[in-house]
């Protein structure tokens, strides 16, 4: 088990030295292939341009839809990596053509005869980059603005998608055409190489995983409403074993819809394992398709893409497990929690589950109260359970020392909650890699 503990954290490394690898061979490269010496900022031009193209490329695989890569990582830690990525690539290619100032332009020089250390000026090979510059900029401005500008996420994911794959294209156009490395024989054939894998990667999401899905569809066997606003929705394998996943992972679920179609979402698995191959989703009325929850009959065809996610104690050798929840959160933490208990896990476990109102706890005779805190922000007169928010006085009332030491503790919900619940945490020496969190939704 030492062993295992060993592998899982050494895979974020390998990831972290397989990504610099990636976006700095076509830098190392370049300065291989060498070429006449130029000023300082010509030099640093190119190399800004270089690194932001690579670094758009590598996006396209860290999309969050690879589980080599997020269900080592999490799937939070590969999306908040792929925003900063794209920003920094932004700013590079923000730099890139400005840092040209006071390079000489035009046609040949005598001086010059290869064009080498002159900035081409022919429009159709400046044209592509100035294009995929003002896209890379509108695609992150409007990522980062995605909820404040109100449009559907069918619609977002689609202009996301063929946004960039638009900018791969015009990039790979640009940097061959007009980059005084890219016109290498060597380099072109790196350039096409790294884009045919981006390209690949989007393909691979959008046509061949759903025509693998399309063989294995799930069936809608039941919709139960459990608040006001939460529902349940189970469905079944259609002719097929079902899903191998782990307790506390989440799947892609597309409900009445083909699925080639952009109308799936994610969703953490509120199921166990050991219950057998049902699958249960707790599901928030929050957008547009979630608000719909209620209409689906049984027996409407669904697909699943999944597992995603590394949210489990599965294998793990702590004591004890401690479930954090927020709202909604509960979902993957009531998966673990009916793991454990349907296998009989000796692992002492605690939950505390907060919610604004009491109309809004979810499972509570299912969650029943041996073991399980709940919190409430509004709650009414006669309520006997905790008042106020999940936080570090809270916390401290529930676990002791040797607990905030020795357990793992796992939590899912508001992002304000578990940025709280976690600095907390460290301050009372819980180790990081015994802190799990989950996070779906981003800046």
Known sequence: MVQRGHTRQMKPLLLIVAYLVAVTLPLLLSAWVGGPPRQFHQELASGLGILAFSMILVEFILSGRFRAISNDVGMDVTMRFHQVMARTALAFALLHPFLYQGTPTGGQRPWDPTRQLTLTTDFSDLATGIVAWLLLTGLV????GRSQLGYRYETWRLLH???????????????VYAGRYGSQPVMTWVWLFMTGVAVGSLLMVYLVVPWLQKARPWRVTSVVRLTPKQWEVTVTPNGHRGLDYQAGQFAWLNVGHSP?????????????PAAGPEVSFMIKELGDFTQTIGEIKPDTVAYLDGPYGNLTVEGREEPGVALIAGGVGLAPLLGILRQLRLTGDSRKVKVVYGNRIVEQIAY????????????LSEPPQDWQG??????????????????????????????????VVEDHLIRRGTPAHRILSERFSYD
């Open 141 to 144: 401005v409007m990522a980062i």
């Open 161 to 175: 998608g063929l946004g960039a794959l638009l900018i791969a294209v015009l990039l790979l156009h640009h940097t």
């Open 260 to 272: 080639f179609s952009m109308k799936e979402h994610p969703f953490s698995i509120s199921s166990a």
């Open 364 to 375: 509570q005779d299912e969650l029943g109260d041996e073991g399980v805190v709940y919190a």
């Open 386 to 419: 905790e008042t106020g928010f999940i936080d570090g006085a809270l916390m401290d009332r529930v676990f002791s020392e040797q607990e905030f030491r020795d357990w793992v503790f796992v939590m899912c919900g508001p992002a304000v909650m578990m940025d």
